[in-house]
């Protein structure tokens, strides 16, 4: 079959968007659209313009024998700003405070739409090239790491609550919860990671941290190194955290009726910074070098 | 700004694609790229042909004041197949029994590219256009269910195991899961659906059928009826389910040390059948109505 310049375009960006962070070379898609190298090296050029224009994210290139083109997903920070204001808007709304000072909020957290953009904004403000998992722990926080590790590419991991014996041998361990201070369990199957792992935490909800805590400590237990940790909301007190290294998106404070929710504008990294990434560069500088090294 | 029109086309596609079953009016794209209601339109015919020759999915025009152009996600069997071929065999890895006769599946079930993909072939294979929402059970079934919603465009509820009464006003039941003959729980908040809602369950596993039983039993406490089913994996014994209507997509036989484990064909459509929804049609035909209607 052949194709159209603009429609290989179209397939090229749909086969990019759906796999952010995968390499594909260069011959995959001379294979795909029956066309020369020269003429998907050109429309490459257009699709990292497209990426570019629209502030959708970065198409680059990787040389080398692993080489090839990948889709990095990036936000702006005036595009996090503007959704996440309009969430806060959503979370303030009194009707959402439940007795005990709770807040209804799973029908916002659950929403695919939501969770694929609070993904890609951790994605783009975390810093994971050297990270091996997503972890998270059941069950609120869940559909945002996944969201999280569909964008990074990367395997998620669930953290259970109970003892699961239908998963293998499992390492639990207790963790004193902040929100009632009572002492819970924690478990994991053994295989769910590798020794010397590095991994990103994400969770959907932070007082005294305590909960995140716990989850270093397990992972500890793995042999595996927490290195970024991304929570949706955190509460504005305790000031203290029992963890230091952490983004959160939306800063929350309820004080009885009143509640005060604003996006955490500190989090968020300059637009599209960081976009120079070791062993990489840009598709102009270096097109040619994949040509030649494939030929 | 101004964009070309292989620019144009890139972004339409990335558009659509990140928002499945979504509806963009033509105002939208005329908005967005400066350009005039004819040079969409023509856009629009090239998008549609992208997606239509590499069978990424259809792209169909609403006419009518609530009109537009949406993506709607579809599977081929061929691919499917090809996919959940791949999928057993890593499945029927005997690595992976575990005592007890149960399989070790999470690094797979949770694995953001494979959720996605069961996701897409669910909203292939089930008919969700009348449907509110998609509802799963926590855990296993999370990631695959809220990669259904994402592409079916509708919200996700997570049915809890413990009562969270941090959600305010929760209704429970108590059903009979079928893996151990035990009575367990399962809750849900009252706001979570709203009366005389139409529902998609997903679950990763059915034996029995008891958990679907329950999922349905609690739709109808909340008013709510169960228009489609999607099970990952279904084991042949017993034959005799406690729930009728469903498909699943994988049937899997465990017998001491043997694994058989198959694609189950019966359950997926034609490709790219079904693609004539009511009040809705192709590009081509009324395109011109779009345009007329918006002037």
Redesign the interface.
């Known amino acids: ?1 052949k ?5 290989r ?6 086969i990019l ?3 952010p962070n995968k390499i594909f070379t260069l011959s995959y898609f001379t294979n795909q659209f029956n066309a020369a190298k020269s003429t998907i090296s050109e429309d490459l050029i ?2 990292k ?3 570019e ?2 502030q ?1 994210g970065k198409v680059i290139t990787i040389s080398g024998a692993a080489g090839g083109v990948k889709y990095i997903p990036k936000t702006s920070k005036a595009e996090n700003e503007e959704f996440l204001m309009d969430l806060c808007e959503k979370i303030g709304d009194k009707s959402r405070i ?1 007795s ?1 000072g ?1 807040l ?1 909020l ?2 916002l957290i ?4 939501i ?2 953009k609070i993904g890609k904004i951790f994605a783009s403000n975390i810093d994971y090239i050297d990270a091996d998992y997503v972890v998270t722990m ?2 609120k926080g ?2 945002m790491a ?2 999280t ?2 964008a990074m ?6 953290i ?1 609550k109970d003892i699961k ?4 041998p499992t390492l639990s361990m207790t963790y004193v919860n902040g ?1 009632n201070s009572k002492v819970e369990s924690m478990s994991l ?1 053994r ?2 990671i590798k020794p010397n792992s590095k991994v990103i935490l994400i969770d959907d909800f932070m007082r005294g941290g305590g909960t995140i805590k716990g989850m270093v400590d397990l992972m500890n237990e793995f042999g595996a190194q927490v290195i970024g940790t991304g929570v949706f909301i955190s509460t504005i007190e305790p000031q203290e955290k029992m963890v230091k290294d952490y983004i959160s998106l939306i800063e929350l404070d309820v004080n009885g009726e009143s509640v005060k929710v604003e996006p955490n504008l500190k989090t968020f990294k300059d637009e599209y910074q960081n976009e120079e990434v070791q062993g990489e560069c840009q598709i102009d500088d270096i097109i040619e070098d994949i040509l030649e090294e494939e030929e």
């Open positions: 079959m194709f159209k310049r603009t429609e375009i179209g397939a090229i960006v749909k968007s759906d796999n257009v699709v313009n497209v990426f224009k629209l959708l439940l005990g709770f209804y799973i029908d659950y929403d695919p739409t969770a694929a059941e069950t869940i559909p996944l969201m590790a569909k590419n990367l395997p998620l991991v669930i259970r014996v239908s998963e293998g929100n199957p295989k769910a």
